[in-house]
């Protein structure tokens, strides 16, 4: 395995954070490190957090400027020399375009996960930092933007299972998907 930046896609309660840390396990003796657009997010006040969180209302934060940012930062350290887990919610077709064209020179592997409605729910209620509708609005609109090389369906496969896949997977080269490397 040549690359040195996997990108996590999936609707909110999919466990991409889980799945990120899991994977940085499975790719040892390498460091990884794993960054979101969530550490630029959360970088924000808790009152602004809290708005857009527990209230679903978002109209403090300019996820463009968030996301772009959380890009920039993730060149930066790729640029330095690190490998790079980074996941995220795409809910257009634009955003799938800014994140692709940030990370195009790194030439990306592109990592889909799914979920079922009712374990997403059922993971949303169990977190309780943001609301069933912020859930429910992600899992209709995340999932179809990203031409992933890998797909992964989580709700009954545990995430060190998947990293392990995962990484089986990266080692001999396969893909679940034709992706064209110049478009990642």
């Not at 979101?36 to 009152?47: E, F, M, T």
Request: with cysteine; glycine share 6%; charged share 20%.
């Amino acid at each position: 395995m040549t690359a040195n930046l996997i990108v996590i896609s999936g609707s909110s309660g999919t466990g991409k954070s889980t799945l990120c840390r899991a994977l940085q396990e499975a790719l040892l003796p390498d460091v990884w490190l794993h960054f979101s657009v969530d550490s630029i997010l959360y970088c924000l006040p808790q009152s602004i957090l809290d708005r857009a969180n527990l209230k679903n209302d978002w109209s403090s934060i300019d996820i463009k400027l968030i996301c772009s940012g959380a890009y920039a930062c993730v060149n930066v350290l790729l640029s330095a020399g690190h490998k790079v887990i980074f996941d995220c919610v795409v809910l257009t077709e634009k955003g799938a375009d800014a994140m692709l064209s940030a990370f195009q020179e790194y030439r990306p592997i592109l990592v889909g996960l799914s979920c079922s409605w009712e374990e997403i729910k059922r993971r949303t209620v169990a977190r309780g930092d943001r609301t069933l509708e912020e859930a429910e609005y992600s899992f209709r609109n995340a999932g179809t933007h990203v031409p992933h090389h890998y797909t992964f369906e989580t709700t009954s496969m545990p995430p060190e299972v998947i990293a392990s896949q995962l990484v089986q997977r990266l080692r001999a080269g396969t893909s679940d998907a034709s992706v064209d490397d110049g478009e990642a």
